[in-house]
């Protein structure tokens, strides 16, 4: 009954932006897909398994909406190698309206995840700050983020996320980022993450990225009344993006 309550309200949020996109008469809809494969250092099951390899497959439909301003809608499906099973399938939405240096964008998300013991649909607010661009066209940016369960009364984080992109080649490009992660459920700050990120354009529908992220954990949970705190986390991403 959950999980058909909350498919509504994804059906409700994208019957509500349709109407907008049938408008945009002078843009198509751009049709991408995402191929990844995931590797972690810990073990992330919760119930007792080796959950360290993942693969995901996301097909995502944008298209503008007016002038500067961005509708998305998309599909996840994370498969679990490890275990040989769907790990879990995600819906969501984003509305982005683009400023001179910045953006903003709304999201919407529903997960059902084979990894927990309930279904899970989450609100963002995110604001995408150009901070400086250089003449190379490498350049510093700021995101923040705001997120929450729908029921506003847990799940609700804060991130900033500090990044310098610089261009490697005529095709390729490097990003060194931080960010800073912290909770409102706990009054505690949750992680510190470092990550590096190789992106190579192949073609004008192609485009390759390298991934690697240290996760450092911050918070502790008692397992046996006894406070635990869990093993910082290394993860390696290769990916592929695909626009049709």
Known sequence: MIKTARLLLFSICAWAILPAFSTAQDSDWMVSSLLRFETHSDETSTAGGTDDDFIYHMLSFTKEIRPRTMGNFFYLYRYDVDNNDYDANILGANYVRLFKSYSFSASYFFSDDNRIARDQDRFLLAVNDLLHQYKNNSEWRLVSTYTT??????????????????????????????????????????????NIAYNYTYNKQMTLMLDYLFLGKEYSYLVGGVPFTPDDDNVFRLSMMYYY
């Not at 609700?156 to 490097?174: A, C, G, H, V």
């Open 149 to 194: 369960q729908t029921d506003w009364d847990e799940g609700q984080t804060i991130t900033e996320r500090l990044s310098y992109t610089f261009p490697t080649s005529d095709r390729s490009t490097l990003t060194l980022a931080y960010t800073y992660g912290y909770s409102f459920d706990i009054d505690h700050q949750i992680y510190n993450q470092y």
